[in-house]
């Protein structure tokens, strides 16, 4: 199996505290890395070091089979990247700003500027000063900025913040385009566990610095689970009902107003009508898959799905 990208025992502390706690990632080559924590977790930390931002405390991270020292700028080349909020010169035009990014990259393909800014749909904006950006407009930018020169190796920190739905569709298309048309590697952190879930072929969940957990998404959807989830007002007079008059055992209730039923013998119909005929109001009742956010909720609380 070819590794793009392996951490080994990798820690980081700032004033004594240790921030990442002993990670070891594995990303494979041409593959796409959903990374996903709490805020202050540790992903941005990482990902700053792995494009050498900032310093280990200690371990290695290896990148294309070399490890990463402060010599590897031919390594740092081959990847593209946004770290937190992308920042630009304000005066300077948003093509302007890429041709600076082209030279200093010692990337001299000037088609390549205006294929980036309509990959990310920004179009009409050459006369336009980055300080006119709205906040999706300069999030597309710093997309345009990261892909610019192809690398091998694409490293986004919550590229989709500020972006409206549609915008939010189009940079999900863009990623599985660049992965399976120019075979990018990609290592993505994001709060929307649905867009991960949808373009993710290995997940990476993090809490308090340490690696709690990397597993495949095809893993997680084997563990799909089908159940009832019934809304109502009175959830221990349903549960009562449940257990009592459907013979229904396995079922959860969620907080005050939520019931999950696993045991799916009866049809909702039945569920449905027996509760109401026991005086049980329903707002809703309705079947549903687990997702992502069930297996990542599920970790961080303590749990551990068989995945």
Not at 94 to 107: A, F, R, S
Not at 193 to 219: F, R
Not at 288 to 307: I, Q, R, V, W
């Amino acid at each position: 199996m070819s590794y793009i990208l392996r951490t080994t025992n990798l820690v980081k502390k700032f004033s004594e505290k240790e921030i990442v706690a002993n990670v070891n990632m594995n990303i494979k080559k041409g593959e796409i890395y959903g990374f996903l924590g709490p805020n202050g977790a540790g992903k941005t930390t990482i990902m700053k070091m792995i494009v050498n931002l900032v310093k280990p405390s200690s371990g290695e991270i290896e990148i294309f089979g070399e490890k990463l020292n402060n010599e590897a700028y031919e390594t740092l080349k081959r990847i593209g990247s946004i770290i937190e909020y992308p920042v630009f010169y304000d005066k300077l035009t948003g093509k302007e700003n890429l041709e600076l990014h082209c030279e200093y990259m010692g990337y001299y393909d000037k088609s390549a500027i205006d294929k980036a800014l309509d990959l990310v749909n920004l179009k009409g904006i050459d006369n336009k000063a980055v300080k006119d950006f709205s906040l999706g407009m300069k999030q597309r930018l710093g997309i345009a900025r990261s892909i610019i020169t192809k690398p091998d190796l694409l490293i986004l920190d919550e590229p989709i913040n500020g972006l409206d739905p549609i915008g939010i569709k189009e940079i999900r298309n863009l990623l599985k385009m660049l992965n399976k048309e120019y075979n990018i590697t990609v290592l993505i952190s994001s709060h929307i566990l649905g867009e991960i879930e949808q373009i993710a072929d290995t997940i990476g969940i993090i809490n308090n610095g340490k690696l709690i957990k990397e597993v495949s998404m095809d893993s997680i959807r084997e563990l799909n689970t089908e159940y009832v989830e019934i809304i109502t007002d009175d959830c221990i007079k349903a549960a009562y009902v449940l257990e009592n008059d459907l013979n229904i055992s396995n079922f959860k209730i969620i907080d005050n107003t939520l019931i999950r039923i696993y045991d799916l013998k009866l049809a909702q119909k039945d569920i449905s009508k027996t509760l109401i005929l026991n005086g049980v109001e329903i707002e809703a009742i309705n079947k549903k898959n687990s997702t992502l956010e069930d297996y990542f909720l599920k970790l961080l609380n303590g749990g551990e799905p068989s995945a």
